[in-house]
Protein backbone atom coordinates (compact mmCIF):
# COMPACT_ATOMS: atom_id res chain seq x y z
CA UNK A 1 0.00 0.00 0.00
CA UNK A 2 1.43 3.30 -1.32
CA UNK A 3 1.27 6.50 1.19
CA UNK A 4 2.66 10.29 0.95
CA UNK A 5 1.07 13.82 1.83
CA UNK A 6 -0.95 15.81 0.28
CA UNK A 7 -2.56 19.73 1.22
CA UNK A 8 -5.71 21.43 0.23
CA UNK A 9 -5.64 24.30 -1.97
CA UNK A 10 -6.54 25.69 -5.18
CA UNK A 11 -10.42 25.12 -4.53
CA UNK A 12 -12.71 23.55 -2.46
CA UNK A 13 -12.68 20.12 -2.25
CA UNK A 14 -9.49 19.40 -3.73
CA UNK A 15 -6.13 17.69 -2.97
CA UNK A 16 -2.40 18.09 -4.60
CA UNK A 17 0.06 15.60 -4.09
CA UNK A 18 2.82 14.03 -6.38
CA UNK A 19 1.40 12.61 -8.59
CA UNK A 20 3.88 9.10 -8.33
CA UNK A 21 2.00 8.93 -5.19
CA UNK A 22 -1.28 8.12 -6.32
CA UNK A 23 -0.39 7.12 -10.01
CA UNK A 24 -1.71 2.95 -10.07
CA UNK A 25 -3.81 3.59 -7.07
CA UNK A 26 -7.34 2.09 -7.37
CA UNK A 27 -8.66 3.32 -4.06
CA UNK A 28 -7.58 6.88 -2.08
CA UNK A 29 -8.26 8.01 1.36
CA UNK A 30 -7.09 10.84 3.00
CA UNK A 31 -6.46 11.07 6.84
CA UNK A 32 -6.37 14.20 8.51
CA UNK A 33 -4.79 14.84 11.74
CA UNK A 34 -7.38 15.54 13.63
CA UNK A 35 -8.19 11.62 12.49
CA UNK A 36 -10.75 12.38 10.12
CA UNK A 37 -10.74 10.20 7.04
CA UNK A 38 -12.49 11.31 3.88
CA UNK A 39 -12.37 9.04 0.38
CA UNK A 40 -11.51 10.82 -2.67
CA UNK A 41 -12.98 10.60 -5.61
CA UNK A 42 -10.37 10.51 -8.42
CA UNK A 43 -8.05 12.48 -10.66
CA UNK A 44 -9.15 16.06 -11.53
CA UNK A 45 -5.82 17.38 -13.07
CA UNK A 46 -2.30 15.83 -13.16
CA UNK A 47 1.30 17.73 -14.93
CA UNK A 48 3.26 14.64 -15.96
CA UNK A 49 6.18 16.42 -16.87
CA UNK A 50 6.34 17.80 -12.86
CA UNK A 51 4.74 15.12 -11.44
CA UNK A 52 2.01 16.44 -10.17
CA UNK A 53 -2.05 15.62 -9.56
CA UNK A 54 -5.11 17.81 -8.20
CA UNK A 55 -7.09 14.91 -6.85
CA UNK A 56 -11.16 15.29 -5.99
CA UNK A 57 -11.79 14.64 -1.96
CA UNK A 58 -15.07 14.13 -0.37
CA UNK A 59 -14.95 16.72 2.00
CA UNK A 60 -15.28 20.55 2.31
CA UNK A 61 -15.65 23.83 3.91
CA UNK A 62 -12.14 23.19 5.18
CA UNK A 63 -9.11 25.85 5.28
CA UNK A 64 -7.04 25.47 2.29
CA UNK A 65 -3.69 26.77 1.97
CA UNK A 66 -2.23 29.57 0.03
CA UNK A 67 -0.11 29.63 -3.19
CA UNK A 68 2.65 31.99 -3.20
CA UNK A 69 4.92 31.03 -6.82
CA UNK A 70 7.88 33.66 -5.40
CA UNK A 71 11.24 31.66 -6.20
CA UNK A 72 12.95 30.77 -3.33
CA UNK A 73 16.79 31.62 -2.12
CA UNK A 74 19.78 29.10 -1.08
CA UNK A 75 19.33 29.17 2.76
CA UNK A 76 15.57 30.48 3.08
CA UNK A 77 14.20 29.08 6.19
CA UNK A 78 10.92 27.14 5.76
CA UNK A 79 8.05 24.09 7.66
CA UNK A 80 6.86 20.75 6.39
CA UNK A 81 4.27 18.97 7.49
CA UNK A 82 4.96 15.31 7.64
CA UNK A 83 3.78 12.16 9.04
CA UNK A 84 5.79 9.37 10.69
CA UNK A 85 4.86 6.45 12.84
CA UNK A 86 1.26 7.63 12.57
CA UNK A 87 2.06 11.18 14.17
CA UNK A 88 1.49 14.29 12.39
CA UNK A 89 4.66 16.68 12.99
CA UNK A 90 6.20 19.84 11.45
CA UNK A 91 9.69 20.14 10.89
CA UNK A 92 11.95 22.59 9.83
CA UNK A 93 14.50 22.58 6.42
CA UNK A 94 16.22 24.63 4.22
CA UNK A 95 16.78 24.94 0.56
CA UNK A 96 20.31 24.38 0.06
CA UNK A 97 20.82 24.46 -3.95
CA UNK A 98 18.82 25.73 -6.04
CA UNK A 99 19.30 23.17 -9.93
CA UNK A 100 17.30 22.11 -12.86
CA UNK A 101 17.14 18.50 -13.73
CA UNK A 102 15.49 17.68 -18.02
CA UNK A 103 14.55 21.43 -17.84
CA UNK A 104 12.46 21.13 -14.43
CA UNK A 105 13.51 23.35 -11.46
CA UNK A 106 14.32 21.61 -8.00
CA UNK A 107 15.24 23.08 -4.83
CA UNK A 108 17.53 20.75 -2.83
CA UNK A 109 16.08 20.53 0.95
CA UNK A 110 18.65 20.37 3.98
CA UNK A 111 18.29 17.44 6.57
CA UNK A 112 16.48 14.21 6.88
CA UNK A 113 12.66 13.87 5.77
CA UNK A 114 10.52 10.78 7.01
CA UNK A 115 9.83 8.20 3.91
CA UNK A 116 6.20 8.54 2.70
CA UNK A 117 5.96 11.89 2.55
CA UNK A 118 6.18 12.99 -0.87
CA UNK A 119 3.43 15.38 -1.58
CA UNK A 120 3.98 17.37 1.61
CA UNK A 121 3.68 20.94 0.93
CA UNK A 122 6.94 23.14 1.75
CA UNK A 123 6.08 26.25 4.00
CA UNK A 124 7.29 29.62 4.65
CA UNK A 125 6.82 31.63 7.74
CA UNK A 126 3.71 33.49 5.91
CA UNK A 127 1.70 29.87 6.03
CA UNK A 128 1.99 30.31 2.44
CA UNK A 129 3.07 26.98 -0.14
CA UNK A 130 5.85 27.64 -1.60
CA UNK A 131 6.72 24.41 -3.18
CA UNK A 132 6.26 19.90 -3.24
CA UNK A 133 8.08 17.96 -1.51
CA UNK A 134 9.45 14.96 -3.72
CA UNK A 135 12.28 12.49 -3.60
CA UNK A 136 14.73 12.18 -6.60
CA UNK A 137 17.81 10.32 -7.19
CA UNK A 138 20.57 12.00 -7.62
CA UNK A 139 24.37 10.48 -7.85
CA UNK A 140 22.83 7.21 -7.51
CA UNK A 141 21.23 8.19 -3.90
CA UNK A 142 18.09 9.60 -2.54
CA UNK A 143 17.97 13.26 -2.51
CA UNK A 144 15.26 15.63 -0.72
CA UNK A 145 13.75 18.02 -3.14
CA UNK A 146 10.91 20.66 -3.72
CA UNK A 147 9.19 21.49 -6.58
CA UNK A 148 8.57 25.43 -7.07
CA UNK A 149 5.09 26.35 -6.33
CA UNK A 150 4.85 27.83 -9.37
CA UNK A 151 4.25 24.69 -11.28
CA UNK A 152 0.94 24.32 -9.23
CA UNK A 153 -0.52 26.93 -10.58
CA UNK A 154 -1.02 25.00 -13.54
CA UNK A 155 -2.89 22.46 -12.38
CA UNK A 156 -6.80 22.95 -14.05
CA UNK A 157 -9.56 23.02 -11.12
CA UNK A 158 -12.65 23.33 -13.76
CA UNK A 159 -11.78 19.43 -15.45
CA UNK A 160 -14.15 16.77 -14.76
CA UNK A 161 -12.95 14.44 -12.54
CA UNK A 162 -11.51 10.85 -13.52
CA UNK A 163 -12.94 8.15 -11.20
CA UNK A 164 -10.01 5.94 -9.93
CA UNK A 165 -11.21 2.74 -12.10
CA UNK A 166 -10.59 4.77 -14.95
CA UNK A 167 -7.22 6.62 -13.84
CA UNK A 168 -6.13 3.37 -12.33
CA UNK A 169 -3.57 1.88 -15.01
CA UNK A 170 -3.77 -1.17 -12.82
CA UNK A 171 -7.98 -1.55 -13.29
CA UNK A 172 -8.42 -3.28 -16.92
CA UNK A 173 -11.20 -2.96 -18.67
CA UNK A 174 -14.25 -5.79 -17.90
CA UNK A 175 -13.58 -8.95 -18.90
CA UNK A 176 -9.78 -8.61 -19.22
CA UNK A 177 -7.79 -10.02 -16.85
CA UNK A 178 -6.58 -7.39 -14.14
CA UNK A 179 -2.94 -6.16 -14.44
CA UNK A 180 -0.49 -6.35 -11.92
CA UNK A 181 -0.15 -3.11 -9.15
CA UNK A 182 3.57 -3.30 -10.45
CA UNK A 183 2.43 -2.64 -13.91
CA UNK A 184 3.25 1.10 -14.31
CA UNK A 185 6.42 0.64 -12.69
CA UNK A 186 7.50 -2.52 -15.06
CA UNK A 187 6.13 -0.09 -17.95
CA UNK A 188 8.71 2.95 -16.55
CA UNK A 189 11.90 0.32 -16.22
CA UNK A 190 11.58 -0.82 -19.53
CA UNK A 191 11.10 3.13 -21.10
CA UNK A 192 14.46 3.49 -19.35
CA UNK A 193 15.92 0.34 -20.24
CA UNK A 194 15.16 1.37 -24.10
CA UNK A 195 17.03 4.89 -23.69
CA UNK A 196 19.56 3.31 -22.25
CA UNK A 197 19.65 1.03 -25.10
CA UNK A 198 19.22 3.89 -27.62
CA UNK A 199 22.05 5.86 -26.23
CA UNK A 200 24.69 3.02 -25.72
CA UNK A 201 24.44 1.89 -29.38
CA UNK A 202 24.68 5.54 -30.26
CA UNK A 203 27.40 6.55 -28.61
CA UNK A 204 29.60 3.78 -27.35
CA UNK A 205 30.91 3.75 -30.79
CA UNK A 206 31.26 7.12 -31.41
CA UNK A 207 32.66 7.79 -28.03
CA UNK A 208 35.96 5.95 -29.14
CA UNK A 209 36.51 8.43 -32.27
CA UNK A 210 35.52 12.05 -30.27
CA UNK A 211 39.29 12.75 -29.62
CA UNK A 212 39.64 13.17 -33.29
CA UNK A 213 36.04 14.57 -34.50
CA UNK A 214 36.53 17.49 -31.42
CA UNK A 215 40.27 18.52 -32.16
CA UNK A 216 38.67 21.88 -33.34
CA UNK A 217 35.34 21.89 -30.04
CA UNK A 218 33.37 20.95 -33.32
CA UNK A 219 30.87 18.31 -32.64
CA UNK A 220 29.13 18.92 -35.71
CA UNK A 221 25.70 17.70 -35.31
CA UNK A 222 25.76 15.95 -32.16
CA UNK A 223 24.18 17.86 -29.68
CA UNK A 224 25.30 16.20 -26.08
CA UNK A 225 24.14 18.58 -23.91
CA UNK A 226 20.44 17.93 -25.39
CA UNK A 227 21.58 13.68 -25.24
CA UNK A 228 22.56 14.69 -21.65
CA UNK A 229 19.29 16.43 -20.67
CA UNK A 230 17.08 13.84 -22.30
CA UNK A 231 19.25 11.23 -19.81
CA UNK A 232 18.09 13.44 -17.03
CA UNK A 233 14.67 13.48 -17.92
CA UNK A 234 14.70 9.82 -17.91
CA UNK A 235 16.59 9.51 -14.58
CA UNK A 236 13.93 11.69 -13.08
CA UNK A 237 11.21 9.76 -14.13
CA UNK A 238 12.50 6.87 -13.45
CA UNK A 239 13.05 7.77 -9.52
CA UNK A 240 9.94 8.65 -9.51
CA UNK A 241 8.57 4.99 -9.65
CA UNK A 242 8.48 3.33 -6.45
CA UNK A 243 8.13 -0.75 -5.50
CA UNK A 244 8.18 -2.86 -2.44
CA UNK A 245 9.29 -5.74 -4.53
CA UNK A 246 13.23 -6.63 -3.88
CA UNK A 247 13.89 -8.02 -7.78
CA UNK A 248 11.93 -4.33 -9.58
CA UNK A 249 13.85 -2.07 -6.53
CA UNK A 250 17.11 -3.83 -8.11
CA UNK A 251 16.93 -3.28 -11.09
CA UNK A 252 15.39 0.31 -10.68
CA UNK A 253 18.53 1.02 -8.83
CA UNK A 254 20.63 -0.66 -11.57
CA UNK A 255 19.03 1.64 -14.52
CA UNK A 256 19.33 4.73 -12.76
CA UNK A 257 23.14 3.78 -12.29
CA UNK A 258 23.45 3.14 -15.64
CA UNK A 259 22.34 6.18 -16.57
CA UNK A 260 23.93 8.29 -14.56
CA UNK A 261 27.19 6.17 -16.32
CA UNK A 262 25.84 7.17 -19.51
CA UNK A 263 25.25 11.09 -18.56
CA UNK A 264 29.37 11.46 -17.22
CA UNK A 265 30.24 9.84 -20.33
CA UNK A 266 28.86 11.95 -22.25
CA UNK A 267 29.90 14.74 -19.94
CA UNK A 268 33.79 13.34 -20.80
CA UNK A 269 32.86 13.82 -24.34
CA UNK A 270 32.09 17.61 -24.29
CA UNK A 271 34.67 17.75 -21.98
CA UNK A 272 36.88 16.67 -24.84
CA UNK A 273 35.14 18.70 -27.18
CA UNK A 274 35.76 22.25 -24.94
CA UNK A 275 38.99 21.60 -23.93
CA UNK A 276 39.97 21.25 -27.75
CA UNK A 277 38.35 24.23 -28.38
CA UNK A 278 39.98 26.69 -31.21
CA UNK A 279 43.54 24.38 -31.60
CA UNK A 280 44.84 22.82 -34.22
CA UNK A 281 45.41 19.11 -34.13
CA UNK A 282 49.14 19.58 -33.47
CA UNK A 283 48.29 21.03 -30.21
CA UNK A 284 45.43 18.95 -28.97
CA UNK A 285 45.34 19.35 -24.92
CA UNK A 286 46.09 16.01 -23.19
CA UNK A 287 43.46 16.54 -20.54
CA UNK A 288 40.79 16.35 -23.60
CA UNK A 289 42.14 12.86 -24.79
CA UNK A 290 42.10 11.76 -21.13
CA UNK A 291 38.50 12.93 -21.49
CA UNK A 292 37.48 10.89 -24.36
CA UNK A 293 39.32 7.79 -22.99
CA UNK A 294 37.17 7.85 -19.88
CA UNK A 295 34.07 8.42 -21.82
CA UNK A 296 35.10 5.23 -23.85
CA UNK A 297 35.53 2.97 -20.41
CA UNK A 298 32.33 4.15 -19.03
CA UNK A 299 30.68 3.28 -21.93
CA UNK A 300 31.86 -0.19 -22.54
CA UNK A 301 31.17 -0.93 -18.63
CA UNK A 302 27.65 -1.10 -19.61
CA UNK A 303 27.54 -4.47 -21.25
CA UNK A 304 29.41 -6.17 -18.89
CA UNK A 305 26.53 -4.64 -15.69
CA UNK A 306 23.40 -6.05 -17.85
CA UNK A 307 24.96 -9.28 -18.70
CA UNK A 308 25.16 -9.83 -14.97
CA UNK A 309 21.41 -8.77 -14.78
CA UNK A 310 20.16 -11.84 -17.68
CA UNK A 311 18.51 -13.83 -14.90
CA UNK A 312 16.93 -11.25 -13.39
CA UNK A 313 15.24 -9.75 -16.75
CA UNK A 314 14.33 -13.73 -17.32
CA UNK A 315 12.63 -13.55 -14.09
CA UNK A 316 10.88 -9.88 -14.56
CA UNK A 317 9.52 -10.99 -18.01
CA UNK A 318 8.12 -14.06 -17.10
CA UNK A 319 5.97 -12.39 -14.31
CA UNK A 320 5.32 -9.34 -15.78
CA UNK A 321 3.10 -9.17 -19.13
CA UNK A 322 3.69 -5.11 -19.14
CA UNK A 323 7.23 -5.02 -18.81
CA UNK A 324 7.42 -7.92 -21.84
CA UNK A 325 5.16 -5.67 -23.88
CA UNK A 326 6.77 -3.07 -23.26
CA UNK A 327 10.25 -3.86 -24.74
CA UNK A 328 10.24 -4.59 -28.54
CA UNK A 329 12.15 -8.31 -29.70
CA UNK A 330 15.30 -6.23 -30.33
CA UNK A 331 15.40 -4.96 -26.63
CA UNK A 332 14.85 -8.07 -26.05
CA UNK A 333 17.57 -9.80 -27.62
CA UNK A 334 19.72 -6.61 -26.27
CA UNK A 335 18.81 -7.55 -22.32
CA UNK A 336 19.18 -11.02 -23.22
CA UNK A 337 15.23 -12.53 -22.06
CA UNK A 338 15.26 -13.77 -25.68
CA UNK A 339 18.35 -15.61 -27.31
CA UNK A 340 18.94 -14.19 -31.15
CA UNK A 341 18.34 -17.21 -33.72
CA UNK A 342 21.88 -16.51 -35.44
CA UNK A 343 25.05 -17.50 -34.27
CA UNK A 344 26.81 -14.61 -36.16
CA UNK A 345 27.24 -11.16 -35.84
CA UNK A 346 26.48 -8.59 -39.10
CA UNK A 347 28.16 -6.33 -36.82
CA UNK A 348 25.88 -3.39 -37.11
CA UNK A 349 24.25 -0.80 -34.48
CA UNK A 350 20.55 -0.29 -35.18
CA UNK A 351 17.43 1.94 -33.97
CA UNK A 352 14.98 0.08 -31.79
CA UNK A 353 12.56 2.25 -33.78
CA UNK A 354 14.07 1.08 -37.20
CA UNK A 355 15.97 -1.93 -36.90
CA UNK A 356 17.03 -1.15 -40.27
CA UNK A 357 18.44 1.48 -40.48
CA UNK A 358 22.01 1.20 -39.58
CA UNK A 359 23.31 3.63 -36.90
CA UNK A 360 27.49 2.55 -37.14
CA UNK A 361 29.30 0.32 -38.87
CA UNK A 362 33.14 -0.13 -39.06
CA UNK A 363 35.51 -2.09 -41.86
CA UNK A 364 36.40 -5.03 -40.23
CA UNK A 365 32.62 -6.08 -39.58
CA UNK A 366 30.66 -8.84 -42.24
CA UNK A 367 28.17 -6.34 -42.79
CA UNK A 368 30.60 -3.78 -44.34
CA UNK A 369 32.21 -6.85 -46.56
CA UNK A 370 28.76 -7.23 -47.95
CA UNK A 371 28.65 -3.50 -49.31
CA UNK A 372 26.23 -2.00 -46.21
CA UNK A 373 27.10 1.28 -44.86
CA UNK A 374 26.70 3.58 -41.75
CA UNK A 375 23.28 5.23 -42.94
CA UNK A 376 21.66 2.65 -44.85
CA UNK A 377 18.74 1.36 -44.34
CA UNK A 378 17.82 -2.18 -45.66
CA UNK A 379 14.78 -2.88 -47.84
CA UNK A 380 15.07 -6.51 -48.66
CA UNK A 381 17.06 -9.47 -48.43
CA UNK A 382 17.23 -11.78 -50.78
CA UNK A 383 14.06 -10.96 -52.36
CA UNK A 384 12.30 -10.63 -48.97
CA UNK A 385 10.97 -7.34 -48.22
CA UNK A 386 11.09 -6.26 -44.58
CA UNK A 387 8.24 -5.01 -42.80
CA UNK A 388 7.70 -3.60 -39.42
CA UNK A 389 7.10 -6.44 -37.27
CA UNK A 390 10.11 -7.86 -38.70
CA UNK A 391 13.49 -7.54 -37.14
CA UNK A 392 17.19 -8.25 -37.91
CA UNK A 393 17.32 -11.30 -37.00
CA UNK A 394 15.35 -12.43 -40.44
CA UNK A 395 17.83 -10.66 -42.54
CA UNK A 396 20.91 -12.50 -41.13
CA UNK A 397 18.31 -16.08 -41.42
CA UNK A 398 18.42 -15.14 -45.15
CA UNK A 399 22.18 -14.40 -45.54
CA UNK A 400 23.05 -17.78 -43.20
CA UNK A 401 20.65 -19.68 -45.69
CA UNK A 402 22.91 -18.34 -48.87
CA UNK A 403 26.11 -19.57 -47.68
CA UNK A 404 29.00 -19.38 -50.88
CA UNK A 405 26.20 -17.68 -52.70
CA UNK A 406 25.46 -14.49 -54.83
CA UNK A 407 23.14 -12.64 -52.82
CA UNK A 408 21.37 -9.67 -53.62
CA UNK A 409 20.49 -6.50 -50.80
CA UNK A 410 18.52 -3.93 -51.23
CA UNK A 411 18.80 -0.88 -49.42
CA UNK A 412 18.00 2.87 -49.06
CA UNK A 413 21.18 5.45 -49.05
CA UNK A 414 20.70 9.10 -49.42
CA UNK A 415 17.10 8.57 -49.65
CA UNK A 416 17.46 6.59 -53.29
CA UNK A 417 17.15 2.40 -53.55
CA UNK A 418 20.58 0.77 -54.44
CA UNK A 419 21.04 -2.99 -54.79
CA UNK A 420 23.73 -5.11 -53.81
CA UNK A 421 25.15 -8.38 -55.14
CA UNK A 422 27.12 -9.87 -52.93
CA UNK A 423 28.90 -13.43 -52.33
CA UNK A 424 28.08 -14.61 -48.62
CA UNK A 425 31.22 -15.99 -47.21
CA UNK A 426 31.25 -19.53 -46.41
CA UNK A 427 33.42 -19.21 -43.36
CA UNK A 428 30.60 -16.54 -41.99
CA UNK A 429 29.80 -18.15 -39.34
CA UNK A 430 33.32 -18.96 -37.42
CA UNK A 431 34.70 -15.83 -38.65
CA UNK A 432 32.10 -13.45 -37.63
CA UNK A 433 31.02 -15.83 -34.83
CA UNK A 434 29.25 -14.82 -31.89
CA UNK A 435 29.53 -15.14 -28.14
CA UNK A 436 26.72 -17.09 -26.51
CA UNK A 437 26.79 -14.14 -23.69
CA UNK A 438 27.23 -11.64 -26.36
CA UNK A 439 23.82 -10.17 -26.88
CA UNK A 440 24.21 -6.62 -27.09
CA UNK A 441 24.15 -5.38 -31.21
CA UNK A 442 22.96 -8.04 -34.10
Known amino acids: MASGTAFLAVKDGMLITALHV ?34 RIKAFGKPLLKINPTELATGEKLFLPVVKDGAFGVIETSVSEVLVKAGVKFYRLEGEIPAGNNG ?63 APVDAGLAIALVEIRNIWVTYSSLSDGIYNMTRYGNLGHLDLYAVQSEVDNVMTQTSWLKTDDPLRQKLLQTAIQLLDKEKLALGHDINCANLNKNTHPSEAVPQAEESGRIASALFRSIPGLLIALKPDFHQLAQDSPEFLKALTVEMQYFLGITDRKSEFRLGICTSIKDPFFIQMINGSQLAYKLGLRSGDTIISTGGRTWKADDDIENVKAVIGENLGKELEIVINRGGKPKSLKVKVPVDLRSTYSRAADDFRCP
Open 22 to 55: IRDAAKVTATFPDGEVFDCAGIVDKDERHNLALI
Open 120 to 182: SPLINSAGEVTGIHVTTVQDNKEVEMSLPAAYLLSLESSLQVLPWAQSSPQTAPAGSSAASPN
